[in-house]
């Protein structure tokens, strides 16, 4: 289903409504393109038609790996402490940095490597632009951990994309243990999406970045599609990169072992899924969080 003109912009999937609301079931495609398209074979395509998400070993090769950590720290270490780009734990320590394709041209290129952007090309069946980009850290013992959520709630209440033709690619910088806060998944949850309740406070993003309470579902409604769909956790070793849909139901514990756990985490968004006005918030967000005057993905980041 492609979404066009005025009905581009309507409210297909309504949510931080005032009372409990029933679950909407997708009325898109999981899965745009073709086995013809892109170097995924069509197991790959039904895994994430099927699930919603689909692990890649090797997508960045081991020489990519340790200059991409450096790159991570060196960001950190510069970073102006009044930079929004920024994100800390209430500790004091980096959690975030957004737009890391904008301030490093070895991050900007990782987005165009063959394993990388062809594979959203393939996805999403279309030309794609990057919605938001940032690289997350988990370090050992004061890491906190992401609470269940969809990110499409978000990006539809608070950025205004019309429909749920995103999909995210996060790699992996160090290995993924099922104990150092690994990401788990609801498979098959995308396919659902489920109304938070709660209107959305000014300036959201400012507190959900660090503790999301707003557009998460309740805990009935977690149970309930957790009995449905069953948790998986992904692990593996760096390099990996878990492509996962946009209304995947998803969420991370904290890490309290010594291992850090560090990812490159690129959304891509179809050029014919560009934004409206948000459908749940006063004002969009900031164009680091979500990006309505995009640049095609080949095109140069840095600035």
Same mark, same amino acid.
């Given at each position: 289903?492609?979404?066009?003109? @005025?009905d581009?912009?309507?409210?297909? &999937?309504?949510?931080?409504?005032?009372?409990?609301?029933?679950?909407? @079931?997708?009325?898109?495609?999981?899965?745009?393109?073709?086995?013809?398209?892109?170097?995924?074979d069509?197991?790959?395509?039904?895994?994430?038609?099927?699930?919603?998400?689909?692990?890649?070993? /090797?997508?960045?090769?081991?020489?990519?790996?340790?200059?991409? !950590?450096?790159?991570?720290? $060196?960001? /950190?270490?510069?970073?102006? #402490?009044?930079?929004?780009?920024?994100?800390?734990?209430?500790?004091?320590g980096?959690?975030?940095?957004?737009?890391?394709?904008?301030?490093?041209?070895?991050?900007?290129?990782?987005?165009?490597?063959?394993?990388?952007?062809?594979?959203?090309? #393939?996805?999403?069946?279309?030309?794609?632009?990057? $919605?938001?980009?940032?690289? *997350?850290?988990?370090?050992? %013992?004061?890491?906190?951990g %992401?609470?269940?959520?969809?990110?499409?709630?978000?990006w539809?209440?608070?950025?205004?994309?019309?429909?749920? !033709?995103a999909?995210?690619?996060?790699?992996?910088?160090?290995?993924? &243990?099922?104990?150092?806060?690994?990401?788990?998944?609801?498979?098959?949850?995308?396919?659902? +999406? &489920?109304?938070?309740?709660?209107?959305?406070?000014?300036?959201? $993003?400012?507190?959900?970045?660090? !503790?999301q309470?707003?557009?998460?579902p309740?805990e009935?409604?977690?149970?309930?599609?957790?009995?449905?769909?069953?948790i998986?956790?992904?692990?593996?070793?760096?390099?990996t990169?878990?492509?996962?849909?946009?209304?995947?139901?998803? /969420?991370?514990?904290?890490?309290?072992?010594p %291992?850090?756990?560090? *990812?490159? %985490?690129?959304?891509?968004?179809?050029?014919?899924?560009?934004?409206?006005?948000? +459908? @749940?918030?006063?004002?969009?967000?900031?164009? &680091?969080?979500?990006?309505?005057?995009?640049?095609?993905?080949?095109s140069?980041?840095?600035?």
């Amino acid at each position: 289903m492609s979404l066009d003109g @005025a009905d581009r912009c309507h409210d297909h &999937y309504p949510t931080r409504v005032a009372q409990a609301a029933e679950p909407i @079931a997708r009325i898109e495609p999981v899965v745009w393109g073709s086995e013809q398209d892109g170097p995924l074979d069509d197991h790959e395509l039904r895994t994430v038609a099927d699930t919603g998400y689909l692990v890649r070993p /090797g997508t960045l090769e081991p020489n990519w790996l340790q200059p991409l !950590r450096e790159e991570l720290q $060196h960001l /950190g270490s510069r970073a102006a #402490q009044d930079d929004p780009r920024i994100i800390r734990e209430p500790s004091g320590g980096l959690r975030s940095v957004f737009e890391p394709h904008r301030l490093s041209d070895l991050i900007a290129e990782v987005v165009t490597v063959d394993t990388v952007l062809p594979v959203a090309r #393939q996805l999403l069946g279309s030309e794609v632009y990057i $919605h938001q980009a940032r690289l *997350n850290l988990m370090p050992g %013992f004061r890491g906190s951990g %992401f609470y269940w959520h969809s990110d499409f709630e978000t990006w539809h209440a608070e950025d205004g994309m019309p429909s749920m !033709r995103a999909v995210s690619c996060s790699i992996a910088l160090t290995e993924n &243990y099922p104990y150092n806060g690994a990401l788990m998944v609801m498979p098959g949850s995308h396919q659902t +999406f &489920y109304p938070c309740v709660g209107a959305t406070p000014h300036n959201h $993003h400012e507190a959900s970045l660090v !503790r999301q309470e707003i557009g998460v579902p309740d805990e009935a409604t977690l149970t309930t599609a957790a009995h449905r769909h069953g948790i998986e956790q992904v692990t593996g070793p760096a390099g990996t990169a878990l492509w996962f849909d946009s209304n995947m139901m998803h /969420g991370s514990a904290s890490n309290i072992t010594p %291992f850090p756990r560090s *990812n490159i %985490f690129l959304v891509f968004n179809s050029v014919e899924n560009r934004l409206c006005e948000p +459908f @749940a918030s006063a004002a969009p967000r900031p164009e &680091y969080l979500a990006a309505r005057t995009p640049q095609l993905a080949e095109s140069s980041f840095v600035s």
